[in-house]
């Protein structure tokens, strides 16, 4: 910047100014006063660009720190994005994997529907052969009891001993009434 007010002071002086009216005196005291008054302007336009200087540095100072202040707040704004963008990262990594599971379950889940559609399909069929046993073991009751009952018919055909309640005749299958008198 000093070196701008050097140029500036040197084209002031090199520049022909136009000449005033000199007072009808000596010429040179009127040279000697314009100089004074040029080197004065020059002087105070060289404090007032070297002012502008020093304002116009302070305030580039001012912004460079600025910037870097920005620099440095945009770098730790550029590390939370590439930590959230690693959490988003394995919040999704996680979700797949929970996905994964899921499916796995229900695949299992599907398979043991399945399991469970078959063990009660095969608890029916045994609920029916059992159903079927059992009536085929009420038959065999039923003609065990049709058997003793047409013994029972039989020895009531039979002629009684009179002094017993014992049958003439002891037939297999038959109730042994021995212990029974009559009541006399």
Not at 62 to 74: C, I, N, P, V
Not at 145 to 173: C, M, Y
């Amino acid at each position: 910047m000093p070196v701008l007010a050097l140029c500036l002071l040197w084209t002031l002086v090199t520049v022909p100014q136009p000449v005033l009216a000199a007072p009808t005196g000596s010429p040179e005291p009127a040279q000697h006063e314009e100089l004074t008054l040029l080197f004065h302007g020059t002087l105070q336009l060289g404090q007032a660009l070297n002012s502008v200087y020093r304002t116009t540095e302070a305030r580039l100072t001012e912004a460079g720190r600025s910037l870097d202040l920005y620099g440095h707040t945009l770098g730790l704004l550029g590390k939370e994005v590439s930590r959230g963008q690693a959490a988003a990262q394995e919040l999704h990594t996680g979700l797949l994997e929970i996905q994964m599971e899921e499916n796995a379950l229900q695949l299992h889940a599907e398979a043991m529907a399945q399991t469970l559609g078959e063990v009660a399909q095969t608890q029916q069929v045994l609920q029916d052969k059992v159903q079927q046993l059992e009536v085929r073991l009420q038959g065999t009751r039923l003609g065990n009891a049709r058997h003793e009952f047409e013994a029972l018919k039989v020895r009531g055909s039979q002629p009684w001993d009179a002094g017993t309640l014992i049958p003439s005749q002891n037939l297999p299958g038959t109730l042994n009434l021995e212990s029974h008198r009559p009541l006399g």
